[in-house]
């Protein structure tokens, strides 16, 4: 089984560049998150899924928007990259039973420059 | 969410049982502790929760106090492959289908297994 997976897993891109970060889970799952992590700090949820169809904003999500395509697929865009986004991020999925089983994908590398 | 308090870093030998500790004073009687871990550049990974009663899987144990307001994660039997960030996180239980948001991860403690 795949999981979560993401792509693509480093990009560089010059300020004010736009890009679509990928994620799709054959787990069948309803929710689906996308978060970033700076270095030394935890984890920041940006937007979430709860199922599809529906969007919700997370903890950061000035300078992202989400479209959940499908119960599959849930993606990240930046329209206008800066600085200040650069960072990994994580894309994750839940099933029935939530938190307690809910799998991350690996982790695109963004650096904005 | 409850907040929840972890030291930043521990040692601990290869072979030995690693405990970490986490306070979380302010639990309320629906939240749940959740511990996962994430290996370095990895995605984190869930390890275990539960609610009043003491847990354990093939991965860890957890231990509540009588009064919630702290945990101990277990694992009994560290290897280098256990080294790791790990995020105690306390939070309402969430089923998705119906709805669920995000975890809030802290800055967990950094656990370094010592050969």
């Known amino acids: 089984n795949a999981g979560v997976t993401q792509t693509p897993k480093f990009q560089v891109l010059k300020t004010g560049q736009s890009m679509t970060l990928q994620c799709a889970q054959d787990m069948n799952h309803n929710s689906m998150y996308w978060y970033r992590q700076d270095p030394g700090m935890g984890l920041r949820l940006i937007y979430y899924?709860?199922?599809?169809?529906?969007?919700d904003k997370g903890e950061v999500p000035n300078g992202y928007n989400v479209s959940r395509l499908n119960k599959r697929e849930f993606s990240l865009r930046l329209e206008s990259a800066a600085p200040s986004q650069t960072s990994v991020y994580f894309c994750?999925?839940?099933?029935?039973?939530?938190?307690?089983?809910?799998?991350f994908g690996q982790g695109t590398r963004l650096t904005v420059v | 969410d409850a907040k929840t308090t972890q030291p930043t870093s521990m040692d601990c030998a290869e072979g030995r049982a690693a405990n970490l500790p986490c306070n979380h004073s302010t639990i309320s009687g629906n939240e749940y502790v959740y511990w996962y871990r994430q290996i370095h550049s990895q995605g984190p990974q869930y390890i275990i929760h539960?609610?009043?009663n003491n847990e354990t899987n093939e991965m860890a144990s957890l231990i509540i106090t009588e009064d919630r307001k702290s945990s101990t994660l277990i694992l009994p039997h560290a290897t280098l492959r256990d080294t790791a960030v790990y995020y105690c996180i306390v939070r309402v239980l969430m089923y998705s289908g119906g709805g669920a948001d995000g975890l809030t991860f802290g800055k967990g403690t950094h656990l370094i297994i010592q050969p």
């Open positions: 899924s709860a199922s599809e169809g529906t969007t």
């Open positions: 539960g609610l009043k």
């Open positions: 994750a999925s839940s099933g029935p039973k939530g938190w307690r089983e809910a799998f």
